[in-house]
């Protein structure tokens, strides 16, 4: 069986990639470390954003684990023009995944990058992998593994969060961890 944890970054002081952590998701990361302390890991996989990578940090510094990077896991940019109604045009990305705005990436090219990245994985010989992301993606990659996942589920996500995606042969089951 593989098992893939993919995480929801911890609460950041912003959306620029740069963002890092608030004094609140620095704790949030410590409790990270300490839910992953009792679970097998063989490796960590983060989005390049600081805050995704100072979120699983504490966690790969208790395990001794090193934090690859993978641009696939990158939140996407919904798009490079300012929008008033930024929330329902996100809304309607969830229902329209071809949906792609003004320098943007639609739901469909994102959600493609991270599971060509699910793909490799599942081929891998490493059983039980930490992937860090952002809310977005999250969304969509637990979209597809449960197609009722959609905008309303990504409001309901916190930070962090933590759900379990478990692989055996051609089955999965999806379980939410993080409470």
Partial sequence: ??????????KAEGQPPESPLTEEGCNQAEELAEFFSTIQIDRIISSPF?????????T????????????????RI??????????????HSFDDL????????????????AESLIAELKERP?????????????TLLL???????????????SNPDVYLVSFEENDHKLDRLWE
């Fill in 1 to 10: 069986m593989k098992n893939l944890y993919l995480v929801r970054h911890c």
């Fill in 50 to 58: 600081t805050r995704a990578q100072q979120s699983i940090e504490p």
């Fill in 60 to 75: 790969a510094n208790a395990l001794k684990i090193r934090v690859e990077t993978d641009d696939r896991l990158s939140e």
């Fill in 78 to 91: 919904l798009s490079t023009e300012n929008h008033e109604d930024w929330l329902e045009k996100l809304r």
């Fill in 98 to 113: 071809s949906l792609k705005l003004t320098g943007g990436e639609s739901s469909q090219e994102e959600k493609n990058r």
């Fill in 126 to 138: 490493e059983q039980n992998i930490i992937l860090v992301t952002h809310g977005n993606l999250m």
């Fill in 143 to 157: 979209n597809d593994f449960d197609d009722t996942y959609g905008f309303e589920e990504w409001k309901q996500l």
